[in-house]
Structures are given as structure tokens and as C-alpha cells.
């Protein structure tokens, strides 16, 4: 039981890597984070995991379902949408500014984790669906099961937040002011662009 134990988290690791690394909102908000402080990354996964670790009990106790509801998507899918949009235009507003710092997005990194989180439909998409199956293969191992499960879950969003975060800290001194304006403003657009498909696709069924 012990070696199918590790053997599901490590498959359960990977699965939760392969989400994490896809870029989006969140590694963008990241990224303008960590332009100033190398450690924003981990406080926006630990921004992330409030919202997640609520979801996942929601899932355990089998109301992964009510994820899927229209009002649900409508809501998450037009606040979301709305949010993002503004933040990126409060990204392109500071570039009449001779450096740009990631003061441009108003929250701290741990709310920005949290909103950027909150404010994501495919994030409730996914954990009704492919999360429901790695809650389900934790179960099979108890509360203990899960509780680890968890804990490897939020420790490779944290990770990998940390790592982008760290590394646009230690590589800013490369970037020329061009630079600066390239690199946010294509994270003025991620956040835009997702936002105008949040609050375009909560009117659409999936």
C-alpha cells in the first residue's frame, strides 16, 4: 500500500505540474510580481491554495457538480473576466512611466493568488474534472491519502510560482526599459485576453 501510495502521488504531482506550468493569468500576474519581489511567487501559490483547499473538501464530499452550474460559470466567468481586463489596462497605463515596477497591480501577492484564482471558471472546470479523479485515487488511501495529496498539490503551484518569480527577479537587471514595456505588455495582454474569454465564455455552455 505504501509503494502504490508514492507511486499515486508522483502521478499526482505531475498531473498538478502540468497545470500549474501552462501559461495564463496567474503566471502572468506572476511574472509582474516578481519583477520587484523574488518571493511573490510562493505567496501567490500560498494566495492560490486558499482558494483551493476549499474546493478540493467540495470535491471530497461530492459537490464537484455544482462546479459545472451555469450561474456558477456566469458569475466566476464575468467577475473574473472584468478583473483581469483591468488589472492588464492598469498595466498599460503605467508605461507613460520611465520604469515600470509590478506596483502596476493593486494587490499584494498573496490577494493577487487569491483573485487570480477565484476569478478563473476553467480553475473550478478543472478540479470538477480532472481533479475529481486525483481526489478519488486519494481517498482510496484514506483522510491520510488526502491530506498528502493536498500537501503535494499545493507544494508544486507554490514551487513552480516561485521559481518564475525567482527568476524574473534575478534576471531584471537585463532588462532595458524596451524590454520592460515588451514584457508587460504581454502580460497587460494575457490578462486582458483571458479576461475577455472568461466573461465571453460564461455565456456559452461547455
Known amino acids: 500500500m505504501t509503494s502504490s501510495l508514492w507511486l499515486y ?4 504531482a505531475a498531473v498538478s505540474l ?16 516578481g519583477y520587484d519581489n523574488k518571493n511573490a511567487g510562493a505567496m501567490i501559490g500560498v494566495g492560490h ?6 474546493i478540493i473538501l467540495l470535491v471530497y464530499f461530492g459537490f464537484a457538480e455544482y462546479l459545472k452550474l451555469a450561474p456558477v460559470k456566469l458569475a466566476t466567468g464575468l467577475a473574473g473576466g472584468l478583473l483581469l481586463v ?11 512611466h520611465p520604469v515600470i ?51 503535494v498539490h499545493l507544494a508544486c503551484d507554490i514551487a513552480w510560482d516561485q521559481v518564475v518569480s525567482v ?16 514584457v508587460f505588455g504581454i502580460c497587460a495582454l494575457v490578462l486582458i485576453g483571458f479576461g475577455i ?10
Open 9 to 12: 502521488l508522483l502521478s499526482a
Open 18 to 33: 502540468s497545470g500549474v506550468m501552462l501559461p495564463g493569468p496567474l503566471t502572468a500576474a506572476t511574472i509582474a510580481k
Open 49 to 54: 491554495g486558499i482558494i483551493e483547499i476549499p
Open 86 to 96: 483591468v488589472m492588464g489596462l492598469l498595466i498599460f497605463r503605467t508605461f507613460k
Open 101 to 151: 515596477t509590478s506596483a502596476v497591480l493593486p494587490y499584494s501577492p498573496l490577494v493577487t493568488g487569491i483573485v487570480m484564482t477565484g476569478g478563473n471558471p476553467y480553475f473550478f472546470l478543472w478540479w470538477a474534472t480532472v481533479g475529481v479523479t486525483l481526489v478519488s485515487g486519494a481517498v482510496v488511501f484514506g483522510i491520510y491519502g488526502l491530506v498528502l495529496f493536498t500537501l
Open 167 to 182: 527568476t524574473v527577479f534575478k534576471t531584471r537587471h537585463l532588462w532595458t526599459p524596451g524590454v520592460q514595456k515588451i
Open 197 to 206: 474569454w472568461f466573461g465571453v465564455s460564461a455565456f456559452y455552455p461547455s
